[in-house]
């Protein structure tokens, strides 16, 4: 049994690591640490270790187990519908929960290479009607379930366990960052128009649509903020870390350029790449049957901050934009709040330590 007072997230992104500790009993004491900017994974074992030893020494407590938040150029979400005929009875969580086996075994079967890491039930039809949870009373001749799976390649998860394993730490649950933190600011923000949270990061961008306050679905295209650092490093004949310093203070001052070029070209060089992203991101989109001329659209990530809402005008771009200026303290909790099953329509993969359950428990169990 976990008598541990702080429950430990960490973020891996592809350029920086962010982690938060929180208190289980008093959701005000938290500790955030985030390590500085890297262009590769070849210190992330050392970085990880920098960043637990910080919050043990916070929390005056050990950290042998973490919750992991991870995203990928390589993440996959795949929509499916079950249903099943029953004599017209009363329907149980049972018969939901066989539902969701089933489709999970149908992802299993045909992605093999892949890894389920969140199952979201966005639908429930039941002689006709549609509901988004089951009721707690009523029967049924026909149930069917519309359900999002959003999965990660072995390899990646491997790649992650191996050298937290060298640590002595072990993983309890993995979520996917771009999705969790949509679902933390739909709800934050309040916003239960059709949205799309369009997430820039190093090599990925990813999309996650909501329409009629559902999530639809979730693209990823491998192109990200890195890109914009390599055509400014290429353009402008600097390496990438200068690159990268100079797209990050874009919007601030100018000291820090060459009297070779001026402000106003490396602002040309983003913003081409950026409405480049946008477009591409329009298109996945449209692709997914979303074709609502009032979707909004929210930017977000550590890719997107050439942008601010200041300077948005200055993209061509013809949907209603707005950027969402992140802190460490917003993604980390996004991961507390999954973790605390406040998201009501995901089905909770359980740890496969927790051996002494039944069957379905083993597997997930639904909140209510």
């Known amino acids: 049994m976990n008598n541990k007072n702080f429950e430990t997230y960490i973020d891996c992104g592809f350029s920086k690591i962010r982690a938060g500790a929180f208190n289980k009993s008093n959701s005000d004491e938290a500790f955030y640490i985030e390590s500085d900017f890297f262009f ?3 210190d992330i074992v050392a970085e990880i270790q920098k960043i637990i030893t910080f919050l043990e020494k916070n929390t005056n407590e050990f950290i042998d187990d973490v919750n992991l938040m991870i995203d990928s150029p390589k993440m996959l979400s795949i929509g499916i519908s079950v249903s099943k005929k029953f004599d017209g009875s009363k329907l149980r969580q049972e018969d939901v929960q066989f539902l969701i086996q089933q489709a999970k075994q149908q992802i299993l079967k045909n992605y093999k290479d892949q890894n389920i890491i969140h199952i979201i039930v966005n639908n429930y039809r039941i002689n006709d009607a549609e509901y988004t949870f089951l009721p707690n009373e009523i029967n049924g001749s026909l149930l069917s379930l519309d359900i999002l799976f959003i999965c990660l390649p072995n390899e990646i998860l491997n790649y992650f366990k191996n050298f937290f394993f060298k640590l002595n730490v072990s993983i309890n649950q993995i979520a996917c960052t771009s999705y969790i933190k949509s679902v933390n600011y739909k709800d934050k923000l309040s916003i239960n128009e059709d949205v799309s ?4 990061g190093f090599n990925k961008t990813s999309i996650t649509c909501y329409v009629k306050n559902k999530i639809v679905s979730l693209d990823v295209l491998p192109i990200g ?14 390496d990438k870390k200068q690159a990268e310093s100079m797209k990050l203070n874009i919007n601030k001052n100018s000291d820090f350029l060459n009297v070779n070029f001026s402000l106003d070209l490396l602002q040309k060089i983003a913003i081409a790449r950026t409405e480049e992203i946008l477009e591409l991101c329009h298109k996945s989109i449209k692709l997914n049957l979303i074709t609502s001329d009032k979707l909004k659209m929210v930017l977000m990530g550590e890719g997107s901050k050439i942008l601010d809402n200041q300077n948005k005008e ?3 771009f013809s949907n209603d934009i707005d950027f969402l200026e992140e802190t460490i303290e917003d993604i980390c909790q996004s991961g507390f709040r999954l973790g605390m099953g406040l998201n009501k329509q995901e089905v909770i993969i359980m740890p496969k330590k927790q051996i002494k359950q039944g069957f379905f428990e083993k597997l997930f169990h639904l909140f209510r």
């Open 314 to 316: 200055k993209i061509s």
């Open 197 to 200: 949270f369009i997430d820039v």
């Open 225 to 238: 903020g890195n890109h914009i650092t390599k055509d400014i490093s290429k353009l402008l004949k600097v």
């Open 40 to 42: 590769d994974h070849s």
